[in-house]
């Protein structure tokens, strides 16, 4: 499972007029990237003030992840990708 946090500037914002197409092109195409490439989204969040996007994957394999952020999601955004796990299964690596 991942959480990947996009962040862009304002004048690479998606919702200007320049980037628009192709913004809604992406998010609209989003389901059908990730089914064919094997990962399930468990959730697209964007918080418009800050500029930032926050996407919840689930794939068995990093470079699917890197395959789902191609095009205007890749240049127009600075990124972070952690790998997580649930709270439950890292409390049992601690409690031994």
Same mark, same amino acid.
């Not at 500037?9 to 809604?24: D, V």
């Not at 399930?40 to 890197?66: M, N, Q």
């Given at each position: 499972?991942?959480?990947?946090?996009?962040?862009?500037?304002?004048?690479?914002?998606?919702?200007? &007029?320049?980037?628009?197409?192709?913004? &809604?092109?992406?998010?609209?195409?989003?389901?059908?990237?990730?089914? /064919?490439?094997?990962?399930?989204?468990?959730?697209?969040?964007?918080?418009?003030?800050?500029?930032?996007?926050?996407?919840?994957?689930?794939?068995?394999?990093?470079? &699917?992840?890197?395959?789902?952020?191609?095009? +205007?999601?890749?240049?127009?955004? $600075?990124? /972070?990708? $952690?790998?997580?796990?649930?709270? /439950?299964?890292? $409390?049992?690596?601690? +409690? &031994?």
């Amino acid at each position: 499972m991942y959480v990947v946090t996009l962040v862009h500037t304002p004048e690479l914002c998606l919702a200007r &007029k320049e980037f628009g197409e192709e913004a &809604k092109q992406w998010i609209g195409g989003m389901d059908d990237l990730a089914e /064919r490439l094997g990962i399930r989204v468990h959730g697209a969040y964007s918080c418009p003030p800050e500029h930032t996007f926050y996407v919840i994957l689930e794939t068995d394999d990093f470079r &699917k992840v890197s395959a789902f952020f191609s095009g +205007i999601m890749l240049t127009n955004h $600075s990124g /972070r990708v $952690s790998p997580v796990i649930p709270v /439950r299964e890292a $409390s049992e690596l601690l +409690i &031994k």
